[in-house]
Nanobody
Framework: QVQLVESGGGLVQPGGSLRLSCAASGSTLYDYYIGWFRQVPGKEREGVSCISSGDTKPYYADSVLGRFTISRDNAKNTVYLQMNSLKPEDTAVYFC??????????????????WGQGTQVTVSS
């Protein structure tokens, strides 16, 4: 059983940056693929990024490629999502997820075994 807690969301102006954190407890994150999804009411949930335990070739959605960076600190049992050059269309609730299946499966399914409670990101002037 894995418990995930996100933090770092908030209000930021367009062009600004935020770093989201996903802290895990109950199990080590090393065995899991960790991803970030975002949800806007009335819109389809979007898989934003995903990373394996070996940090090889993280996945990024086209909408965030070049602006967002996912990383993990296995010693701290924490995964981060650095978000730069934020746009109003990045406004959403961001969820951290964990799964034993690879990122390709997590993103294509749009689901995962474990979810955090979500953190609101609002990009607005």
């Amino acid at each position: 059983q894995v418990q995930l807690v996100e933090s770092g969301g908030g209000l930021v102006q367009p062009g600004g940056s935020l770093r989201l954190s996903c802290a895990a407890s109950g199990s080590t994150l090393y065995d899991y693929y960790i991803g970030w999804f975002r949800q806007v009411p009335g819109k389809e949930r979007e898989g934003v990024s995903c990373i394996s335990s070996g940090d090889t070739k993280p996945y990024y959605a086209d909408s965030v490629l070049g602006r967002f960076t996912i990383s993990r600190d296995n010693a701290k049992n924490t995964v981060y999502l650095q978000m730069n050059s934020l746009k109003p269309e990045d406004t959403a609730v961001y969820f951290c997820v964990a799964d034993l299946f690879p990122c390709t499966a997590v993103i294509s399914r749009g689901s995962a075994d474990y979810w955090g409670q979500g953190t609101q990101v609002t990009v607005s002037s």
